[in-house]
């Protein structure tokens, strides 16, 4: 059961079982077949059309996670949407032909990539301005937050409550079949690519780089067997 999205530029999404299930592993700039393709693999590697996993925000990862919020909230990840709004990040928006003065906050195609899980049930929504709680709301996923990385953490979330409880052993395994994402370079490449309008295109994504750079300070678990 499979049905496809498109917004703006050509961008899909790929729904698998909405009305049953609301699994949400999609990359925000799914572009084309193979891309979708890839996706629908992605989505087996995370647990399986059988998972129902929703975002839940940053904030909630924050109590137990505080030394990675802290350092993430001060990278330009945590501040992405705001880059959108008109005159801010101005140089760069100039540098790519795109107009300082507008506002891109609102525009799909740039949104896509600049907040967590937009397009899907429970992602990044765009608010109606005048909806005073939807825009309270819509902060929670805006931004490139935990989850865009990690994956959407229901689930995932509830483990780790039960394995700092038991102070047990666990194995990653684990993690990904709660709907954790496996971290290497294709995480990041779904919105580090060629449609970024502002991207240098004469750099390869430099991975292990990249990550210590910005993702936020690491704090080796202990449980992990
Ligand atoms: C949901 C989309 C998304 C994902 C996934 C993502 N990024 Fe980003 N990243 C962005 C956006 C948008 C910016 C620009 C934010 C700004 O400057 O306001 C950015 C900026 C950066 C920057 C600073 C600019 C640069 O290119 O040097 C680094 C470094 C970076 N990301 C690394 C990573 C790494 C490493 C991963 C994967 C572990 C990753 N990102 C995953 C969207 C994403
Ligand atoms: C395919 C994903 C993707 C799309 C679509 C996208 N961006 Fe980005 N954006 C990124 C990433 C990744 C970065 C950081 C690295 C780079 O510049 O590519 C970034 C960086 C930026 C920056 C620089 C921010 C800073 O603080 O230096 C601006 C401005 C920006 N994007 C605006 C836009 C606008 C406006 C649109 C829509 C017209 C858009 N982006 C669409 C992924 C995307
Ligand atoms: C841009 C992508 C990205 C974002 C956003 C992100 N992380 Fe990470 N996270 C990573 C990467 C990359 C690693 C390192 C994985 C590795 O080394 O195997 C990691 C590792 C971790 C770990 C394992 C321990 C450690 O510190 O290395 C925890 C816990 C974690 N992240 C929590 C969070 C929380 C909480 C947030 C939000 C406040 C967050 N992450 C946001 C990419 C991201
Ligand atoms: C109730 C506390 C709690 C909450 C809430 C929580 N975590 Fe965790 N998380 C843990 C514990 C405990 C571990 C295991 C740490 C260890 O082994 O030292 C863990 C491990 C991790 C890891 C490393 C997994 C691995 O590969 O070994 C990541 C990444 C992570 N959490 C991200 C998140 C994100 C993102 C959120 C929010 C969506 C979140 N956590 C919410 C307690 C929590």
Known sequence: MKSRVSIGFGITFVVVGLAVSRVSWVAPAAADDTV??????ALTAVGGEGG????????????????????????????????LQPDQATEKKAKASLDPKKDYSKD????????????????????????EKAVKESKELAGVGCEACHGPGSEYSKLHE????????????????AGMNK???????????EKSPTIDKTAKFDF?????????EHTPPKQRE
């Open 162 to 177: 039960e394995i700092m409880k038991s102070k047990r052993k666990y194995k990653q395994d684990e993690m990904y079949a």
């Open 208 to 216: 292990a780089k990249k990550k210590d750079e910005n993702t936020h």
């Open 52 to 83: 129902s996993y929703t975002y839940i925000g940053a904030n909630k990862c924050k109590k137990c996670h505080l030394p990675e919020h802290k350092s993430w909230a001060k990278l330009k990840h945590a501040t992405a949407l705001e880059a």
């Open 183 to 193: 971290m290497d370079e294709k995480v990041c490449l779904t919105c580090h690519n």
């Open 108 to 131: 799909a195609t740039c949104v896509a990539c600049h907040s967590v899980g937009f397009g899907k049930p429970s992602g990044y929504a765009i608010p109606d301005a005048a909806d």
């Open 36 to 41: 979708a393709a890839a996706t629908a693999v």
